[in-house]
């Protein structure tokens, strides 16, 4: 089982003032944090604190040459932000793709990345021409694999059609308290399933396809953990808390557990900075393994609000 470390909360502010010194400390106290818990692989985007996250991490990487051979990065593109008078649009045309990962490898300070995430489905995409970009990065050693993010079957479906390899990843916001993804797949032909927006039988292709299942926002803001939450989630910060204190664990633990307990091999992707806070999540894959089927459904259950159908 596999846990991802998300790179967004690094970098300083999401304006453009310049990274500091400080900033590229922290970042390599969560780095060294997250390789002390056997997390190698490292999720970034170009957007990220408008860049600076990807720069923060090459700055990590120069100041100890040796931690490139530890750590597999991916990265996204597809999000533009602040240009042509918009706030923010999609752009997934080949010659963004092209353009992004250039900049994506120049501010990490690599010659690859092992994943390339397309961010957000781009209603203007054509297919043939991201997989004339994919292929043209993947040919110059610029990108080892493609992936999509919050993508849904039908659209992995249509791009699947003009790669001539699996898609390696699709990244999705999923967690004990967002849990549309879930949802779905069982409320199918019952009222509580009209108002659910998670596209079904996503996970289940997925899973028939051998695509990487990340979840992004795993840890649900620490609203199990110790973060502000509304009353409605107070049965389940009291049971999820209470199966950390019986079982010698963490809260941040039971929570990851609990998704990566599904049989999709659903891989977090830890969003905090915090060193403590990443170390806290170490015994997740354990807590998985030893869940029980009553476990997890209390879970759910408690989180849910109500009993299952």
Not at 18 to 39: K, M, N, Q, S, Y
Not at 94 to 113: F, N, P, T
Request: hydrophobic share 45%.
């Amino acid at each position: 089982m596999t846990l991802i470390y998300g790179c967004m909360g690094l970098g300083g502010t999401w304006d453009d003032a310049p990274f500091t010194a400080a900033d590229v400390d922290l970042a390599e106290r969560a780095v060294h944090a997250a390789l002390d818990i056997g997390i190698s692989w490292f999720d970034h985007a170009d957007i990220y604190r408008n860049g600076k996250a990807e720069q923060v991490f090459g700055e990590v990487l120069r100041r100890d040459p040796a931690l490139r051979d530890r750590v597999r990065i991916q990265t996204k593109c597809g999000i533009r932000l602040g240009e042509n008078g918009l706030q923010a649009y999609y752009d997934l045309s080949k010659a963004a793709i092209l353009q992004r990962v250039d900049g994506s490898l120049r501010r990490l300070g690599v010659e690859r990345v092992d994943v390339l995430l397309l961010h957000r489905p781009d209603p203007l995409m054509d297919p043939v021409e991201v997989a004339d970009a994919y292929g043209e990065l993947r040919a110059a050693g610029k990108v080892g694999a493609l992936g999509v993010s919050n993508m849904s079957a039908a659209q992995m479906s249509l791009l699947q059609r003009h790669l001539d390899e699996p898609l390696a990843a699709n990244q999705l916001e999923m967690s004990l308290h967002r849990r549309d993804w879930l949802e779905a797949g069982v409320l199918v032909n019952h009222p509580e399933g009209s108002g659910l927006s998670f596209p079904e039988g996503t996970v289940e292709y997925c899973r028939a396809n051998g695509v990487r299942i990340q979840a992004w926002g795993s840890l649900a803001q620490g609203i199990y953990s110790g973060a502000r939450r509304s009353e409605a989630d107070n049965e389940a910060y009291e049971l999820v808390n209470a199966m950390a204190a019986e079982k010698g664990t963490t809260a941040e633990a039971i929570v990851l557990g609990w998704l990566m307990r599904h049989p999709a091999r659903i891989e977090p992707v830890l969003g905090t900075a915090n060193p403590d806070r990443i170390r806290a999540c170490g015994d997740a894959a354990a807590q998985a393994a030893a869940m029980t089927n009553v476990e997890w459904y209390r879970l759910w259950t408690a989180a849910r609000g109500n009993a299952v159908p």
